[in-house]
């Protein structure tokens, strides 16, 4: 069970693939993601898809003990959702 978190950070972004311009640049939004997260408690919500920046973190969320991170995918994202 997650603690009530002592922070929220939001992150969205377009839909679409998309390469930082290098892996040096990637790397530091990774750290200061993992760093945000881990030293303030906080949850991270995304727009809950496979792609572009929201795929970023999650890979990123992915593997970092009690991080707690929440996808929202739009309804249209919801595969199988006829039968929900």
């Given at each position: 069970?997650a603690?009530?978190?002592?922070?929220?950070?939001?992150v969205t972004?377009g839909?679409?693939?998309?390469?930082l311009?290098?892996?040096?640049l990637?790397?530091?939004?990774?750290?200061?993601?993992?760093?945000?997260?881990?030293?303030?408690?906080?949850?991270?919500?995304?727009?809950?898809?496979?792609?572009?920046?929201?795929?970023?973190?999650?890979?990123?969320?992915?593997d970092v003990?009690?991080a707690?991170?929440?996808g929202?995918?739009?309804w249209?994202?919801?595969?199988?959702?006829?039968?929900?």
């Amino acid at each position: 069970e997650a603690d009530e978190p002592n922070v929220i950070i939001s992150v969205t972004g377009g839909a679409k693939d998309f390469e930082l311009k290098s892996a040096m640049l990637e790397l530091e939004f990774q750290r200061g993601l993992v760093e945000a997260v881990q030293t303030t408690g906080a949850w991270t919500l995304t727009g809950g898809t496979d792609i572009g920046v929201m795929k970023l973190v999650g890979r990123t969320l992915r593997d970092v003990p009690n991080a707690v991170c929440i996808g929202i995918a739009p309804w249209g994202a919801v595969m199988e959702r006829e039968g929900l």
